[in-house]
């Protein structure tokens, strides 16, 4: 399905606004529009209407589902508002739900603040998906990182100092999106078979509850820079295997990892198994993590396997020790 998203404050939604969509949507044809009015705008410090009053002035572009052949089916969505009232409600969220909410007590005090999202480096070198505050102070760029700085105490007894740094001082590092990009598309080795094989038994009748992607690994993957490399699955790049699988959640706020590698006949096994344990990062996931102790290593004859589940991690170790002597 293709989804047109318009964003913007909306404050209040005119026919600017809705000659824009129709236009946009003419050019695109989606099969759905969702139009989101923003939370907390980059570019102004404070909006005339609140959050929920604006979101209720959306409703007008409705009308334009008139045109059917435009635009086919659309929706209203309240999701980047909701994230700052959600975190002081429940005290619980995601990332963007804690900048948003400290990016929003900021400005009522008067800073010039905003919330970036981009690409959060973990102290092991880890990089995905985050978002943060940023204030200018002065002229100068501050990063704030309440959710690191709260979740990774409370969760994994980890503390960092991460209030107001200049970006590139802080312990982690934090990388604003680029603009995007069209580069050729990457060419990656078909899946060995057999690997694929082993991991639906390793997930048994106990299957992942989210979305996996399941990829194959290979040595000098990721020199594109446009895909991961190994350093993301396995923490390194100085293990060689012949053949490696890795069948990851496909959200970024769920950790969870079964990587499968067959080493070549005599390899050192124990020598893998060791740079793995002192290399895998269950938590470059940035916004979650896996606990240490549902991090399993092990293998079989010149099979290894690395999980990293906070659920299943024993029942899928379990199931690979038993079904890999057979493979």
């Not at 969760?155 to 590092?173: I, V």
């Not at 895909?227 to 100085?238: A, F, K, N, P, V």
Request: contains cysteine.
């Amino acid at each position: 399905m293709k989804v047109l998203l318009y964003g913007g404050t909306f404050d209040p939604p005119h026919n600017g606004h809705l000659n824009n969509l129709r236009a946009a949507a003419a050019r695109v044809q989606p099969d759905k529009v969702v139009v989101m009015p923003a939370g907390l705008s980059p570019f102004k410090q404070k909006t005339s209407a609140p959050g929920a009053l604006r979101l209720e002035m959306c409703s007008c572009f409705h009308a334009l589902e008139e045109d059917a052949d435009t635009i086919p089916q659309l929706e209203v969505s309240g999701w980047e508002i909701e994230q700052a009232i959600n975190m002081l409600k429940t005290g619980r969220g995601n990332c963007y739900s804690w900048a948003s909410l400290f990016t929003y007590l900021a400005r009522q005090v008067g800073y010039d603040a905003k919330t970036v999202v981009g690409t959060g480096v973990s102290p092991k070198g880890s990089e995905s998906v985050h978002a943060w505050t940023e204030i200018t102070i002065d002229g100068t760029a501050y990063t704030f990182d309440p959710q690191i700085e709260s979740v990774y105490a409370a969760r994994y007894d980890e503390y960092y100092d991460l209030f107001m740094k200049p970006y590139g001082e802080a312990e982690w590092g934090y990388k604003k999106s680029d603009e995007p990009q069209s580069p050729e598309e990457p060419q990656e080795p078909e899946a060995d078979a057999a690997l694929v094989s082993l991991m639906e038994k390793v997930y048994g009748n106990k299957p992942y509850g989210g979305m996996v992607m399941q990829t194959p690994l290979y040595s000098g993957m990721g020199a594109d820079g446009m895909s991961r490399g190994l350093q993301w699955y396995l923490g390194t790049e100085d293990i060689a295997f012949e053949a490696g699988l890795a069948s990851e959640s496909a959200i970024t706020s769920q950790a969870h990892s079964v990587v499968l590698l067959r080493l070549a006949d005599g390899a050192d096994v124990d020598a893998a198994k060791s740079k793995l344990a002192e290399s895998v990062d269950p938590r470059k996931w940035i916004c979650v993590g896996v606990a240490d102790e549902n991090v399993k290593i092990d293998s079989v004859g010149n099979l290894v396997c690395v999980i990293m589940d906070d659920e299943n991690a024993d029942y899928y170790l379990e199931n690979f020790r038993s079904i890999a002597v057979a493979e």
